[in-house]
C-alpha cells in the first residue's frame, strides 16, 4: 500500500538541504509526465521515461541552474514511482512533501472553503485563533499561516477549514446532511401504539 508521507520522508531524508528544490524538480516535471498519454508503468517504461526526462532536463540546465542534488533525486522518485507503477499516487507525494517543508519552516496552510466570498475581518480573527491553537497542540512555533479562500457554491452556506491534513466541516450542506440522517434513524412508532409513522 502506497505511503504518501512515508515517501515524501524518504525522500526529504535523501535529498537533505536539497528538499526544496527537488520538490521545485518534481513539480516542474510532473505536467511532462502527465502529458504523456497511456499508463506508464514498469522497468521499461521508466527507462524510456528517463530518456525524456533527461533530454528535458539538459535543455532547461542550460537556460537555469539546476544541476543540483535535489534534481537528481526527484528524477529518481519520479522513476522509481513508475517502476513500482504508482505513478498515480504522484499528488499525494507532493502534497506529503509540501506539509513536510512547511512544517520544517513553520507554515501553517489554511483552505477556508465557502459558498460565499470571505470577509477580511474574518480571515484575520482565524489567522489569530489558529496561530495560538496550533502552536499549543504541535509544539512546534507558527511562524506564517497561508490562507487561502475557495468558493464552493455546493455547501449552501457556513464554511469547511481545510487545516494541514485535518478538515473542521460546519457547512450549511453538512448539517442539513446529518438532520436528514437523523429524522431517517429516528425510532417510528405505529398508529396502533397511539404514536406516529414516517
Not at 528517463?50 to 541552474?65: C, P, Y
Not at 466570498?117 to 489569530?128: C, D
Not at 487545516?163 to 446529518?178: E, F, H, K, P, V
Request: hydrophobic share 45%.
Amino acid at each position: 500500500m502506497f505511503s504518501g508521507e512515508r515517501w515524501a520522508t524518504g525522500f526529504a531524508g535523501s535529498c537533505g538541504v536539497h528538499t526544496e528544490v527537488g520538490f521545485g524538480a518534481l513539480k516542474a516535471l510532473m505536467p511532462l509526465i502527465s502529458a504523456i498519454p497511456g499508463t506508464l508503468a514498469g522497468t521499461h517504461a521508466a527507462k524510456e521515461l528517463e530518456g525524456m526526462i533527461r533530454k528535458a532536463l539538459n535543455h532547461v540546465s542550460s537556460e537555469s541552474d539546476l544541476s543540483d542534488v535535489g534534481v537528481e533525486y526527484a528524477v529518481r522518485i519520479l522513476l522509481l514511482l513508475v517502476k513500482k507503477g504508482y505513478l498515480s499516487h504522484a499528488p499525494e507525494l507532493m502534497s506529503a512533501l509540501e506539509t513536510l517543508l512547511d512544517r520544517q519552516k513553520g507554515i501553517l496552510r489554511v483552505t477556508v472553503e465557502s459558498a460565499f466570498p470571505v470577509e477580511a475581518s474574518f480571515q484575520h480573527r482565524l489567522e489569530a485563533a489558529l496561530a495560538g491553537s496550533h502552536t499549543r497542540a504541535s509544539h512546534t512555533a507558527v511562524k506564517e499561516i497561508k490562507v487561502m479562500v475557495q468558493i464552493v457554491p455546493e455547501l449552501l452556506g457556513g464554511y469547511r477549514l481545510r487545516i494541514g491534513s485535518g478538515l473542521i466541516d460546519a457547512s450549511l450542506r453538512t448539517q442539513l446532511q446529518q438532520l436528514a440522517q437523523d429524522l431517517h434513524a429516528a425510532p417510528r412508532e405505529t398508529a396502533a401504539g397511539g404514536g406516529f409513522s414516517w
